[in-house]
């Protein structure tokens, strides 16, 4: 019989509905049925392509007598960690600083005040590598509830009370500038692997973020070095197994350093991230390799994330059926060489191992192979090789695919709608512009409401019922913002500036100018959740300053300028000692030191020549944060058309910064070199 998750819209809710635990959606009703009962709450907490999330799931979930346990001793909730993050962020916290570390799936005993006193976050369902069980966890929660409450409540009291003091008031300090950000690169630079590209060791992550920050410093500086990283990393990981060589798209991040085996998960947010920076490497080089992996990446987002309703699906599993009835992970990615000779013949079979890296002993698990490019373009036959590639994705294309979790996030669409306008704009693609604005009016038409507040999320054309996080509000903010500058339609504007407006009223501090993750007016947890720190996407805080920067240079507002150099305080401050975890914060500390540009394009109408050639131009420039405005004379779409005429009746295009403005030109070279200065 269904339990409570039945009449959720959270697809990872929905796959626990049928699961013999009576499990609660997160509500004040489930805590009340706690306080009623006397019993502790199990909190736990996943999503729906977490592939332990899934293995916790079949062996303990779906076990009957584990079950019963947990029935009879806790009220258990289930949270899916995308819908509500505010919930995720304000107990992974808790769990990191009392073990040190964190993920998912995250388990945590909480009080019926909801005051955590015991976590986790996988466990076996018996006792392994000095692991307890699951069960045995249970037992030993329950005892120490009733033999130890006095106790177990004090801790809990205690850890609510250590986090409390753990506010965030960077706000008030100063925008970093020249001297924060040399030292952010320096940093970069002794963290970068030079044999393969990105930071660190295993787990690699792919470091759009950080991309987008070495990208505009070079763009802004001249430094080679940034740039060099920048390309080698991307090369690196677009040759590697961690980019999906058949359909486009990347996977979540590869468990080794040489990004040959992924996680292989496919994220929204990473997908529009990456396809972003891959656009913007193409308009920084020429890169060939970076405009395909540009278009592959959008192609891949509109094929096989977007929804019926214009949308954009968070994410595609690890896992699906491999040909047995077994899920496996990766099933539906990796190659045997056997299986490219049923596919190819013998011949053809052998030309792909060579091109993919297929190999008999396999690079995978079981012979099998992820494949890559690790030879360079240009070696073998450029037809054959699409005609390969094209009969393969064929091919795979009959198997089993990996679940879709069809829920649309505002922030993720919000990235999606930038990265798809820009690449559209750049690569003459209007389809991919038409599906950013498809997006974004599916945002305006069911995740906003009359006071332009937003909704988390939406299924099936149906709005979820939890409110817009700061990161949402963002994200879309920027997605409209890209928009606005593609298109030369200022609703776009106008709507980005609802969004913002929120963002000065709800989400900040108005004494310190520090940001928090939750409106004013949320629900409220054990603690106001406030994380500066850039991770698998934008945090909250550093895509508001973007956004509200952005915003700023449309219009002129002082209090939006205003807001977007306090919130930056905190890149000043974390910049120099953490690079890799605050890279969109570096990214908008370079447009601010920058201006950003402000440029407007005046043209007799858009459908100008003259007029798509600046605006074309424009949109090229690599000025860090720029922002393009483009339209007739004394329209009213946008602010920066003001007081703008026509040059001699000829299209012209007006760059000012910093209060300051060049003379209007009408020649594109010009508006090049102004750009590039």
């Not at 940093?187 to 990208?215: C, H, N, W």
């Not at 079981?366 to 360079?376: D, K, W, Y």
Request: hydrophobic share 40%; with cysteine; net charge negative.
């Amino acid at each position: 019989m269904p339990n409570r998750l039945a009449h959720e819209t959270s697809p990872y809710l929905l796959q626990h509905a049928d699961n013999p635990v009576d499990w609660w959606p997160w509500s004040e009703e489930a805590f009340d049925e706690a306080r009623r009962r006397g019993v502790p709450v199990h909190l736990s907490v996943g999503y729906s392509s977490c592939h332990w999330c899934h293995v916790l799931a079949k062996e303990s979930f779906q076990d009957e007598v584990t079950a019963e346990v947990m029935n009879e001793h806790f009220v258990n909730i289930k949270v899916d960690r995308e819908e509500r993050p505010d919930v995720d962020a304000v107990y992974m916290e808790a769990v990191q600083a009392a073990t040190g570390q964190g993920g998912w799936p995250m388990t945590v005993f909480l009080t019926p005040d909801a005051e955590p006193f015991y976590f986790g976050t996988y466990f076996p369902p018996a006792p392994r590598q000095g692991m307890p069980s699951f069960r045995q966890v249970l037992q030993g929660v329950h005892q120490a509830w009733d033999e130890r409450r006095d106790e177990v409540t004090e801790v809990a009291g205690k850890i609510v009370r250590d986090l409390a003091g753990r506010e965030i008031s960077y706000g008030d300090a100063q925008t970093p500038g020249e001297e924060e950000l040399a030292q952010a690169l320096l940093g970069l630079t002794r963290e970068y692997d030079p044999q393969r590209g990105g930071f660190g060791g295993a787990p690699k992550f792919p470091p759009s973020m950080v991309l987008e920050f070495l990208l505009r410093h070079h763009a802004r500086t001249g430094a080679e070095g940034a740039l060099q990283m920048a390309s080698d990393t991307c090369e690196r990981m677009a040759r590697g197994g961690i980019y999906d060589q058949l359909g486009g798209g990347f996977a979540r991040y590869s468990v080794d350093r040489d990004w040959v085996v992924p996680h292989f998960e496919k994220m929204l947010y990473d997908n529009a991230l990456l396809c972003r920076v891959y656009a913007h490497l193409w308009r920084a080089t020429g890169s060939e390799l970076a405009r395909r992996v540009a278009l592959e990446t959008a192609d891949f987002m509109v094929r096989e994330l977007r929804t019926n309703e214009g949308g954009f699906a968070s994410a595609l599993d690890a896992d699906s059926d491999d040909g047995t009835g077994k899920h496996v992970e990766g099933a539906y990615y990796v190659w045997t060489p056997e299986q490219l000779r049923e596919v190819l013949g013998e011949q053809d079979a052998d030309l792909a191992a060579q091109v993919f890296g297929v190999t008999e002993e396999g690079t995978f698990e079981e012979g099998a192979s992820v494949l890559q490019r690790p030879v360079r373009d240009g070696v073998f036959d450029a037809e054959k090789v699409a005609s390969v590639r094209e009969r393969l994705l064929a091919a795979r294309s009959r198997r089993p695919a990996p679940g879709r979790d069809d829920k649309v996030v505002a922030a993720w669409n919000g990235l999606a709608i930038a990265a798809l306008a820009e690449t559209g704009a750049y690569f003459d693609r209007p389809d991919l512009v038409e599906a950013a604005v498809a997006a974004a009016d599916l945002l305006v038409r069911l995740h906003l409401d009359e006071q332009a507040r937003l909704t988390r999320t939406s299924k099936d054309g149906h709005a979820g019922a939890n409110a817009g996080v700061l990161e949402d509000y963002a994200d879309v903010a920027e997605g409209f913002l890209a928009l606005a500058s593609v298109t030369g339609e200022g609703v776009w504007l106008e709507f980005a500036g609802f969004l913002v407006d929120h963002i000065l009223a709800r989400f900040t501090d108005p004494e310190s100018g520090s940001l928090y993750d939750t409106a004013a007016d949320a629900e409220r947890l054990i603690r106001r959740p406030q994380d500066p720190t850039d991770n698998a996407a934008p945090s909250g805080w550093s895509a508001a300053a973007g956004a509200l920067l952005g915003y700023a240079a449309h219009t002129g507002s002082e209090p939006h300028r205003t807001a977007a150099e306090k919130a930056l305080g905190v890149v000043k401050a974390l910049g120099p000692r953490v690079p890799r975890f605050i890279g969109w914060g570096l990214a908008v500390a370079e447009a601010v030191l920058d201006g950003p540009r402000e440029v407007a394009v005046v043209g007799p109408s858009l459908g100008d020549e003259g007029t798509r050639s600046l605006h074309r131009t424009a949109l090229l420039g690599t000025a860090p944060g720029a922002v393009v405005a483009v339209g007739v004379p004394e329209s009213e779409e946008f602010p920066l058309l003001s007081g703008r005429p026509l040059v001699g009746g000829e299209p012209a295009a007006y760059v000012c910064r910093n209060f300051t403005c060049d003379a209007p030109t009408t020649e594109v070279e010009r508006l090049r070199a102004v750009l590039s200065d």
